[in-house]
C-alpha cells in the first residue's frame, strides 16, 4: 500500500548546463499541464522561493546528483517529495534515467511508490551564526593549497582528535558513498541517521573513520593561526578564521524521496557504481525468497 497522496501541484528543478535536462523539464510540465495539475519551474541558478517550493507536494529534479543535492537544500522546511531523474552520470540519488519518466509518469502523478526519508545535516558556525543545510556533507577544508590545518575535533564537549589535515568531513548516511566514501570512510544504509567524521588526509595520524549516533554534537575548532573554509555539500564556502568553531548536528528536518526500486536497489547501485561485480564470480543469487 502506498504511504503517500497524489501530488497536485509539481516543482520541477533543472540542471542549467545540461540541454536535454531542460528540454525534458519543459516535456514533462506541459504533459503534467495536460494532466490537469499546477506546475512551476526553475533551473536552481534562480534566487530560492519558499511561498512555491511550500506549496508544493513534489519536486522533480532533472540532472546528476548535484543537481538533486541543490533541489533538497531548496526544499529545507517545506519537505516535499523529492524525484530525481538522472540526466548525468553517477545517480546515487536519481530514481529515474530520463527515457524512463514518461512511461512512468503515471504512477508518479497517482499513489505509487513509497517515501524514503533521509537525514539532513545542520552546521553553525558558533562565532558568526551562519548556518548551512547538507544532504551529502558538510566539509572544513584548508583554505590554500599548499598549507595543511591544524583542528581538533570533539564529541559532546569529549575531545576525539586533534589533526594537522587538510579537512574533516562530517556526512550524513546519504553522503557516505561520496566524498567520505573516497577518503576511506564507511558506506551506511542510506535511511540511516548515524554521522560520519573522517579526516583528509591527516598528517602522522590514522586515517581511521567514526560512526556517531545521530543524537551526537560534533565541535571542529580551528586552532591558533588557522584559517579554513567550511561549505555544504561543495557549494556555499564560509571563510573561517583561527579559535572558530563549526557545531554539526542532525537537522530535525528531512529530505524526502519518492522511490519506487526496491530498498535493496541501492546495494545493486552501489555494487554497479563501484565495480564490485567480478566477471569470473560464479556464485548464484539467492532466491528471491530468502532476500531480506
Not at 533541489?71 to 524512463?100: H, K, Q, S
Not at 548515524?194 to 556517531?212: K, S
Amino acid at each position: 500500500m502506498s504511504d503517500r497522496a497524489p501530488p497536485r501541484r509539481i516543482g520541477l528543478a533543472y540542471n542549467p548546463a545540461l540541454e536535454a535536462a531542460r528540454d525534458l523539464a519543459h516535456d514533462i510540465e506541459s504533459q503534467l499541464g495536460r494532466r490537469g495539475l499546477q506546475t512551476w519551474m526553475t533551473d536552481l541558478s534562480q534566487e530560492r522561493d519558499p511561498d512555491r517550493v511550500a506549496a508544493s507536494d513534489l519536486m522533480m529534479c532533472f540532472g546528476g546528483d548535484g543537481t538533486v543535492l541543490r533541489c533538497a537544500r531548496l526544499a529545507i522546511e517545506a519537505e516535499p517529495l523529492i524525484l530525481g531523474v538522472n540526466m548525468g552520470r553517477l545517480g546515487f540519488l536519481t530514481e529515474f534515467e530520463g527515457f524512463d519518466l514518461e512511461a512512468r509518469l503515471d504512477e508518479v502523478v497517482g499513489e505509487a511508490g513509497r517515501v524514503e526519508e533521509r537525514a539532513l545535516l545542520e552546521a553553525t558556525v558558533q562565532e558568526t551564526g551562519d548556518r548551512l543545510f547538507a544532504l551529502n556533507e558538510i566539509v572544513i577544508g584548508r583554505a590554500t593549497l599548499s598549507r595543511a590545518i591544524q583542528l581538533a575535533v570533539d564529541v559532546d564537549s569529549i575531545r576525539i582528535a586533534d589533526y594537522r589535515c587538510d579537512g574533516v568531513i562530517v556526512a550524513t548516511a546519504t553522503g557516505s558513498t561520496a566524498y567520505a566514501l573516497s577518503v576511506g570512510g564507511p558506506i551506511l544504509p542510506p535511511e540511516s541517521h548515524e554521522i560520519v567524521v573522517v579526516p583528509v588526509a591527516p598528517h602522522l595520524a590514522a586515517q581511521h573513520a567514526v560512526v556517531l549516533a545521530e543524537t551526537e554534537i560534533v565541535h571542529i575548532t580551528l586552532e591558533p593561526g588557522q584559517q579554513a573554509v567550511l561549505s555544504a555539500d561543495g557549494e556555499s564556502d564560509l571563510e573561517l578564521h583561527e579559535h572558530d568553531s563549526v557545531v554539526a548536528r542532525i537537522s530535525p528536518y528531512h529530505a524526502r524521496f519518492l522511490r519506487f526500486h526496491n530498498r535493496t536497489d541501492f546495494y545493486l547501485r552501489v555494487a554497479a557504481r563501484l565495480g564490485w561485480h567480478r566477471p569470473a564470480g560464479k556464485a548464484e543469487p539467492l532466491p528471491a525468497a530468502e532476500q531480506r
